[in-house]
């Protein structure tokens, strides 16, 4: 149902499926209740304490940053729900358009829908976690390849003479699909020392992954940092990866946001990615990279400044030779019709490539800002640089994006 110039508000009760990646089981058709909404929004100006959620997903209770819009002409974030218990991940997302209220910028379940996912459906390895919100990834995002077990369990891939043996957590859906590696080792992590401080103008909360060598699939021991801030102006989020080890260790850092689409129209949806290099894939069910780059040409050329139209084309491609500029590397989604932009600012350097997915039967895109391109260990790249950093023992490395949103 559409609302206001529009926009679906959070305080409505909207269908929507759910949008699982092609091995895990086709779900029906699913109710989506609002996010956690403005209920708890503060006075004008103020803070307040993050409120105490009485629901626990992955044994952790959700922790909720609010603030109330004070603007009566522009946009403004006014809420994020971060859960500890599955490695900080973003659940939902709010802002307020003057006008037209609340509304939800991140494709979001409301928080019963995601305890029962990822509580009680989950995967071992926690892989519904990236199938909502917004999931940190690391210490790989995207795909990697290797020699599958016997049991197809688990594969092996090598960086710089050492073995890694990693879950083969994930299948595409045609026949003949193999099974890899996908999206880093903290699905499921607990983020420990959890801290939500106010600040002069909103709220923060940090917490702390205590990773060690993540039960045994990675060189050294890692300690994360993950710090996500909510200011009218924008939500930031950073991961600070420590090696904490006695051994180097490659590592890459992501995210997996799926952005929703207020107006409910995607064929209109505009999105610019400024990257003028794609990578060829074999095909859209394993989705592996050849090792080729190529120009960025038909569908694929995104980088006109006010969008391409989604239409009706399926996009799972990874777009690098990023252009920066203002210290940033910024993807817009832009609904036109819904009067509606968000713009997602790559700000670490070390950020090489974007990963889009954006099915076209549903209203939400993924965008994915991370170090690295997929099955970074592969021999296909030929001994291009993929985009790992090496850490050595006591080196960090920062990742960090910040969401703005405003009327196009």
């Given amino acids: 149902m559409r609302r206001q110039g529009g926009f679906r508000k959070t305080q409505n009760t909207r269908q929507g499926k759910k949008y699982m990646r092609p091995f895990v089981r086709t779900v029906a058709r699913i109710v989506a209740l609002p996010a956690l909404a403005a209920a708890c929004l503060l006075p004008a100006g103020h803070a307040q304490s993050a409120p105490q959620s009485t629901i626990e997903i992955g044994g952790e209770k959700l922790v909720t940053l609010t603030r109330k819009p004070v603007s009566t002409t522009k946009p403004e974030f006014t809420s994020v729900t971060v859960m500890p218990g599955r490695g900080m991940e973003l659940l939902s997302i709010t802002a307020n358009f003057p006008g037209k209220g609340n509304v939800d910028v991140l494709y979001t379940h409301s928080p019963e829908q995601a305890k029962q996912m990822l509580d009680e459906q989950d995967t071992p390895f926690g892989d519904l976690g990236y199938r909502l919100g917004a999931a940190f990834l690391f210490p790989y995002p995207n795909r990697i390849i290797g020699k599958l077990s016997p049991d197809g369990k688990t594969l092996t891939t090598s960086w710089q003479g050492h073995e890694i043996m990693l879950p083969a957590n994930n299948v595409g859906a045609a026949a003949g699909s193999e099974r890899h590696a996908m999206h880093g080792l903290i699905l499921k992590a607990k983020a420990e020392d959890i801290r939500v401080t106010d600040t002069p103008e909103g709220q923060q909360v940090t917490g702390v992954i205590h990773g060690g060598n993540f039960h045994g699939h990675w060189l050294s021991k890692t300690d994360l940092v993950i710090t996500v801030t909510l200011t009218a102006e924008a939500v930031d989020a950073t991961v600070v990866a420590h090696n904490v080890g006695s051994e180097d260790e490659p590592v890459a850092i992501g995210w997996h946001p799926y952005f929703a ?148």
């Avoid at 006109?304 to 252009?323: H, I, M, Q, R």
């Avoid at 019709?337 to 209203?363: D, F, M, N, R």
């Fill in 261 to 408: 689409l207020p107006s409910g129209d995607r064929t209109q949806v505009r999105i610019h990615i400024p990257g003028s290099m794609v990578a060829k894939v074999d095909n859209y069910s394993n989705v592996f990279p050849t090792g080729e780059l190529v120009p960025a040409t038909g569908q694929y050329d995104l980088q006109a400044p006010g969008g391409v139209a989604l239409d009706k084309n399926f996009y799972d491609d990874n777009w690098s030779k990023l252009s920066w500029r203002g210290g940033a590397v910024t993807v817009k989604v832009i609904d036109p019709a819904a009067h509606y932009g968000v713009a997602i600012e790559g700000l670490s350097p070390e950020i090489k490539t974007i990963q889009l997915y954006a099915p076209p039967t549903q209203q939400f895109v993924a965008i994915e800002h991370q170090y690295n391109f997929a099955d970074p260990f592969g021999k296909e790249w030929k001994g291009m640089d993929t985009g790992m950093v090496t850490l050595k023992p006591g080196q960090s490395t920062k990742w960090h994006v910040r969401l703005r949103v405003f009327v196009p």
